[in-house]
T-cell receptor
Framework: DTGVSQNPRHKITKRGQNVTFRCDPISEHNRLYWYRQTLGQGPEFLTYFQNEAQLEKSRLLSDRFSAERPKGSFSTLEIQRTEQGDSAMYLC?????????????FGSGTQLSVL | AQSVTQPDIHITVSEGASLELRCNYSYGATPYLFWYVQSPGQGLQLLLKYFSGDTLVQGIKGFEAEFKRSQSSFNLRKPSVHWSDAAEYFCAVGDGSNYQLIWGAGTKLIIKP
């Protein structure tokens, strides 16, 4: 068990560019979550997958954001036409099937800076 | 509206002193309450949780928290802090079946030597 892995750790991009982040959950975990965290705030839920199915999406997830988990293992979060307001830490978490929120295991996050 | 309030943005305590971090919530249903810790460069880690039963819950690293329904509070305590406890602490509330936890803004704990 190597924990939840996120890549890259840091991403600097220019406004208008597209970026993609990757999350590798704990291998036996069926559920995968994406959160966004800005400075001085707690995490905000973005979306949630069970296996490859995207079951919930927050209204924060505008049409510029898309998340996939094609084989029910790793997930990607893409932001198109980035804006300065997208600058934040993007967190991924996973949990085993049947667990409630108590079993969230978080990665270290990807820090996005949009210039 | 559902919300979690952590009134203290920063708290500074001396090493070896006791600690209490405050958390107040507003939630329409029976709350499931959590404390997570976030150390620099590390992922959020669950310290403890309350679902039901005994209102005083024990967690990892010597932390405990007490659920007080009448005060809508779930304060985190530790009798004696260590320098390694310096981190940011987040309180969160959920309903157990919904994966959209509502998070507080966090309290940054600073330890004085």
């Amino acid at each position: 068990d190597t924990g939840v892995s996120q890549n890259p750790r840091h991403k600097i991009t220019k406004r208008g560019q597209n970026v993609t982040f990757r999350c590798d959950p704990i291998s036996e975990h069926n559920r995968l979550y994406w959160y966004r965290q800005t400075l001085g705030q707690g995490p905000e839920f973005l979306t949630y997958f069970q296996n490859e199915a995207q079951l919930e999406k927050s209204r924060l997830l505008s049409d510029r954001f898309s998340a996939e988990r094609p084989k029910g293992s790793f997930s990607t979060l893409e932001i198109q036409r980035t804006e300065q307001g997208d600058s934040a830490m993007y967190l991924c978490a996973s949990s085993p099937e049947g667990a409630t929120n108590e079993k969230l295991f978080f990665g270290s996050g990807t820090q996005l800076s949009v210039l | 509206a559902q919300s979690v309030t952590q009134p203290d943005i920063h708290i500074t305590v001396s090493e070896g002193a006791s600690l209490e971090l405050r958390c107040n919530y507003s939630y329409g249903a029976t709350p499931y309450l959590f404390w997570y810790v976030q150390s620099p460069g590390q992922g959020l880690q669950l310290l403890l949780k309350y679902f039901s039963g005994d209102t005083l819950v024990q967690g990892i690293k010597g932390f405990e928290a007490e659920f007080k329904r009448s005060q809508s509070s779930f304060n985190l305590r530790k009798p004696s802090v260590h320098w390694s406890d310096a981190a940011e602490y987040f309180c969160a509330v959920g309903d157990g079946s919904n994966y959209q936890l509502i998070w507080g803004a966090g309290t940054k704990l600073i330890i004085k030597p």
